[in-house]
């Protein structure tokens, strides 16, 4: 049951990570089309926010039935989780109240839609990355 659950949170990272990827086509598609950039904003960032909150029940799930408690790397996750929630929730503020008729507004949001997608999923392959090591010996999170 548990390795179950667990799986299920690995499965989840794993959809978060491709969803982020293909959301990184968003500022692409939307160069001439401010209108839907902000449109496509909101969808990205409502999906954004389900998967995480799934990931992190599962996560607590995983806790509660588990025998782990809050280790080293439980507590990790749960930086890098607030972290990537407060960052997307900024940006998402950020693209609705922006005026992005005004082209230099819509390149610069444009850019940093780009450049917090790459930091978000650099955490989040950081944390895999940690995990992998933690599993292979390499390092100790325990
Ligand atoms: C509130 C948020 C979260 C909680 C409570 C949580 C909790 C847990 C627990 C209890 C485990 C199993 C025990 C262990 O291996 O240490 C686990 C595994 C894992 N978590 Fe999380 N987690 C959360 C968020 C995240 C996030 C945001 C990421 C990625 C950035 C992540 C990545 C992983 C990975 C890669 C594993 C190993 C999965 C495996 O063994 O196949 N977790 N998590």
């Known amino acids: 049951m548990i390795e179950q659950v667990i799986l299920t949170h690995s499965i989840l990272i794993k959809v978060f990570?491709?969803?982020?990827?293909?959301?990184l086509f968003i500022p692409f598609v939307t160069a001439k089309n401010p209108k839907g950039?902000?449109?496509?904003?909101?969808?990205?960032t409502m999906v954004f926010q389900a998967i995480a909150s799934m990931i992190a029940f599962t996560g607590l799930v995983a806790l509660a039935m588990g025998t782990f408690g809050l280790s080293l790397s439980v507590i990790i996750m749960?930086?890098?989780w607030g972290?990537?929630?407060?960052i997307?929730?900024?940006k998402y503020k950020?693209?609705?109240?922006?005026?992005?008729?005004?082209p230099q507004?819509?390149?610069l949001l444009r850019s940093a839609f780009l450049k917090i997608s790459a930091v978000q999923i650099m955490l989040?392959?950081?944390m895999v990355v940690l995990k992998v090591m933690e599993v292979k010996g390499v390092i100790s999170l325990s």
């Open 105 to 107: 507004t819509h390149t």
């Open 37 to 44: 950039f902000k449109k496509a904003s909101f969808i990205y």
């Open 83 to 86: 972290l990537l929630m407060y």
């Open 17 to 23: 990570l491709g969803f982020m990827a293909a959301g």
């Open 94 to 102: 950020l693209i609705k109240v922006a005026n992005l008729e005004n």
């Open 124 to 126: 989040v392959i950081m």
């Open 88 to 90: 997307e929730i900024k």
């Open 78 to 80: 749960i930086v890098i």
